[in-house]
């Protein structure tokens, strides 16, 4: 486990996926050093099938990775800024710089190889 990982201590993590707003995208970002935000919406089937995948890993990843959701339809700044033109889509960070997104709806086991890349 990096310093990244044991800078916020275990009582700090979300104990379940928090949504995000606008206006407390920054401070999630910045505060853990791993952070995959899903970028969802209501009418959107394959977000909701992502949904459980999510919270699966939120569960296993608890502690080294941090996972939000940001429902596009109540928030556009960060859609915006990050060029989201698709969802789901799933915002990588690192130590608070945004590092890629991942496009659609993936099995859990994908999801995990896109992420170990990503994050390496």
């Not at 995948?53 to 960060?78: P, Q, R, T, Y």
């Not at 915006?80 to 033109?85: D, E, F, L």
């Not at 991942?102 to 999801?111: D, E, F, R, T």
Request: proline share 6%; hydrophobic share 45%; net charge negative.
């Amino acid at each position: 486990m990096g310093d990244d990982e044991e800078s916020v201590q275990e009582s700090a993590w979300p104990v379940d996926v928090p949504d995000l707003t606008d206006d407390n995208f920054d401070a999630f970002i910045t505060t853990y050093g791993k952070v995959v935000i899903d970028c969802w919406a209501e009418w959107c089937g394959p977000c909701k099938m992502m949904g459980p995948v999510i919270d699966k890993m939120a569960e296993d990843h608890k502690g080294s990775i941090a996972f939000a959701k940001l429902n596009v339809d109540k928030n556009s700044a960060v859609p915006t800024k990050y060029a989201i033109m698709a969802i789901p889509a799933f915002l990588v960070f690192k130590d608070g710089e945004f590092v890629n997104s991942i496009v659609g709806s993936l099995p859990q086991a994908s999801m995990e190889a896109k992420l170990d890349k990503l994050f390496g």
